[in-house]
């Protein structure tokens, strides 16, 4: 028994309507990413600033920096740059890049939690 043309002609508008949906989600997960790459490197920026300059950090600023700049936002850009690159390429399907994006974007927030599990306000982030 086949489908009748006008049901199948719903089908595919569906169909449509749920790529569009996966696209537009895809493109929304995608910039919080990165967002969230660029907002905490600013935090970390910030902080490392206030306990540069005052009496609270209890280590060396080169190994502060190291610490809790240079190893979370090298993480991090690096998951962004892989984002970038799944997510503009042709080679991946769809449901890869969705995937792709949100491992990635649970690896963003596990360096964060991890590298700055001393600094409870970064959790925010």
């Known amino acids: 028994m086949a489908a009748e043309p006008n049901e199948t002609a719903q089908v595919n ?3 449509k309507e749920y790529t569009r949906i996966d696209k537009d989600w895809l493109s929304l997960h995608y910039k919080i990413s990165i967002g969230m790459v660029l907002f905490a490197l600013a935090v970390e920026c910030i902080m490392g600033i206030i306990l540069v300059n005052s009496d609270m950090l209890h280590t060396t600023v080169y190994r502060f920096i190291f610490k ?8 991090n850009g690096l998951c962004a740059v892989i984002d970038y690159m799944v997510v503009k390429s042709e080679r991946f399907s769809q449901t890869a890049k969705i995937y792709t994006v949100s491992i990635i974007n649970t690896v963003i927030c596990f360096s964060l939690f991890t590298a700055h599990s001393a600094f409870t306000v970064t959790y925010y982030i």
């Open 13 to 15: 508008e569906i169909q």
């Open 68 to 75: 809790f700049i240079l190893v979370p936002s090298g993480v």
